[in-house]
């Protein structure tokens, strides 16, 4: 019920920031706060697939796939996406408290331990524990529309140990509108284009000190009070808008994709003393002062982006094989520099295949900035669970902190090849 009230709060806060009243900025340069709705399929494919259109997912990615005859709906989608879960998983003490959480058998001792765990395992630097989403997205012929709900536990930590680590909730509610059109439409060539705006409420909470929650957590005290009153919030929106373009060849058996994403991502924002200046005039004796609020803007970064993907006609298989070129932009600007080196280009290149075992049944796998992903699908008429399992680049070089992580989706609608 605590994780519950936890959410609503923060879903509130994101909804309701334009009618409080102001306070003092927190920014965090190591997080980039742009919006993405989590796409299983792209990343079980090493976060590629820009040239591939076939599913609602590249409709937030690439808008020139919304084009195309019948309707498309996903009502709803639901995701969760646990992260660091090897650490977890190789830790017996972690996993035998899991198997009694399951069970319900856990004492309220174990249960912090297990949480403590978690914490340890977010380690230093940027990090992240978990992230849910809850979506609908839908085409309509040449018309996409969709909303998504999506909530982070970001963490930092300055040092190395629990009592230097801060987590931060976010919480991003987007509604997004697009068009595309199929210009060229021949068995030997095709060429569409499109464009989708995305209106993006966001907030986040200043980093709240990890042993602060688990004191809060051990002594029984309600949690809700120092997201309520004793922890700023900065709140705000944003009008990003994505192009996109896609050239197929021979029957679509070979794609091209160009896409700018995310270009006008400024977020104009304002911080609150906390959540319940919001709702309540009337707050605690003990609870801080009420303070002036603070205008500020951050700014995400636009990038240009490169995809091709081949899908031949094999029979029983029916292969995908797809390649990225990711934020060109960046990396033109770095050729010539000092501090250019030939590995840089890792970061710029995703790689994905898959294999249809059956007519319902996905094996996926592929490579993003050198990180192995693996991923399934399940597809039914009206139902479909996704699978993606793969390793992610937090540090400040490649290699300084790969994070693993680990999504399950489950979606009703249709949505099927």
Not at 78 to 98: M, R
Not at 370 to 399: H, N, P, R
Request: aromatic share 12%.
């Amino acid at each position: 019920m605590k994780k519950l009230t936890i959410a609503l709060l923060l879903i509130l806060t994101a909804c309701a920031f334009a009618f409080a009243e102001n306070e003092p900025v927190v920014t965090y340069d190591d997080i980039d706060f742009t919006f993405s709705p989590t796409m299983t399929w792209y990343d079980s494919m090493g976060q590629s697939g820009l040239a591939k259109p076939e599913r609602l997912d590249s409709f937030f990615t690439n808008p020139a796939s919304i084009q195309g005859k019948g309707f498309r709906l996903d009502f709803p989608s639901f995701s969760f996406t646990f992260y660091n879960l090897e650490k977890l998983v190789s830790d017996p003490e972690a996993v035998d408290i899991f198997n009694k959480l399951i069970k319900g058998e856990a004492s309220d001792e174990e249960k912090t331990k297990y949480m403590v765990k978690i914490l340890d395992n977010l380690g230093s630097g940027h990090n992240l524990a978990a992230k849910v989403d809850l979506g609908f997205s839908a085409r309509i012929g040449s018309v996409g529309f969709g909303t998504n709900v999506q909530i982070k536990l970001h963490s930092l930590n300055s040092g190395s140990n629990i009592t230097s680590q801060t987590l931060i909730p976010e919480i991003n509610i987007t509604q997004t509108v697009g068009l595309g059109f199929k210009f060229i439409d021949t068995d030997t060539l095709s060429l569409s284009a499109g464009a989708s705006l995305h209106g993006v409420l966001k907030a986040y909470y200043k980093g709240i000190g990890a042993s602060k929650i688990l004191s809060l957590l051990s002594s029984g005290e309600d949690i809700t009070t120092p997201l309520m009153w004793d922890t700023p919030v900065m709140g705000g929106w944003a009008l990003p808008f994505d192009l996109g373009v896609t050239l197929g060849l021979f029957d679509d058996t070979f794609t091209i994709a160009a896409t700018a994403n995310n270009i006008n991502g400024i977020y104009h924002m304002k911080s609150y003393t906390g959540t319940g200046y919001m709702f309540n005039k009337e707050a605690p004796e003990d609870a801080p002062e009420k303070k002036d609020s603070v205008a500020f803007e951050v700014r995400t970064p636009w990038t240009l982006n490169f995809g091709v993907a081949f899908a031949p006609e094999l029979g029983f298989f029916k292969p995908v094989v797809t390649l990225d070129f990711i934020d060109m932009f960046d990396l033109c600007k770095s050729f010539g520099s000092e501090s250019f080196r030939a590995s840089d280009i890792l970061l710029h290149i995703n790689f994905g295949t898959e294999l249809n075992l059956t007519d319902f049944i996905q094996l996926r796998a592929g490579v993003n900035r050198g990180f192995l992903s693996i991923g399934t699908g399940i597809w039914l008429k009206f139902a479909q669970l996704d699978v993606s399992y793969g390793w992610q680049e937090f540090g400040a070089e490649l290699g300084d902190k790969p994070v693993d992580a680990l999504t399950v989706r489950f979606i009703l609608g249709y949505d099927k090849k």
